[in-house]
């Protein structure tokens, strides 16, 4: 790794270069922390005849297929 670096320092820390690096420790730091999440839980009231929705993230709201 340190000879690619040596004989490739111009491509490596070139604006290309850089945001290749830089795309990579995004991923790799995005899925670790995607493994470490913490589940929330979440409390609603709703008056009578009321719905509540609630989403951590995606919600699909009436698009459930029955049977």
């Known amino acids: 790794m340190i000879d690619f670096i040596r004989t490739n320092w111009a491509i490596v820390f070139s604006g290309v270069g850089t945001a290749v690096v830089a795309a990579v420790l995004a991923h790799l730091l995005r899925r670790r922390n995607e493994k470490n999440s913490i ?3 979440q409390n609603a ?3 009578q005849g009321s719905k509540i929705v609630q989403a951590g993230r995606d919600a699909n ?3 459930h297929k029955q049977d």
């Open 39 to 41: 589940t929330l839980n």
């Open 45 to 47: 009231k709703a008056g």
């Open 61 to 63: 709201v009436g698009s």
